[in-house]
Nanobody
C-alpha cells in the first residue's frame, strides 16, 4: 500500500483544515486507514482511524468531537476534517493503513499542520 497525504498548512486557532490521503495498492480496499501525528520533541500519537468500509471510526480523546475521518473508496481517498483547531494540534500528520482499530502497517509521508494562536 502506498499513501500520499496532502492538505496541510497554516491556520489560525479555531479554524478548520481538511487533510487528504490518496491510497494505492492491491490491498488498499480491504485496509483500515487512519492518521497519526507527531509534534516536535514528542512521540507519535494516534489520531483516529476508519474501517475498510468506512462504517466504523474511532478517535483519540484529544480530537474526539472536533476531527472527523471519512473515506471515498471509489477514489481510494481518506479525509481528515479538522475543526476548532488548537495550537496543540500543530504537528506533522501521517496517513497510515493496516488493521482496524489502529492501522500502522503502512505509513505515508507526513504533511505539516501549523496552528497559530
Amino acid at each position: 500500500v502506498q499513501l500520499q497525504a496532502s492538505g496541510g498548512g497554516l491556520v489560525q486557532a479555531g479554524g478548520s483544515l481538511r487533510l487528504s490521503c490518496a491510497a494505492s495498492g492491491r490491498t488498499v480496499s480491504s485496509s483500515a486507514l487512519g492518521w497519526f501525528r507527531q509534534a516536535p520533541g514528542q512521540e507519535r500519537e494516534f489520531v483516529g482511524a476508519c474501517s475498510w468500509g468506512g462504517g466504523r471510526t474511532h478517535y483519540s480523546q484529544s480530537v474526539e468531537g472536533r476531527f472527523t475521518i471519512s473515506r471515498d473508496n471509489a477514489k481510494n481517498t481518506m479525509y481528515l476534517q479538522m475543526n476548532n483547531l488548537k495550537p496543540e494540534d500543530a504537528a506533522i500528520y501521517y496517513c497510515v493503513a493496516g488493521s482496524y482499530p489502529i492501522p500502522k502497517k503502512y505509513w505515508g509521508q507526513g504533511t505539516q499542520v501549523t496552528v497559530s494562536s
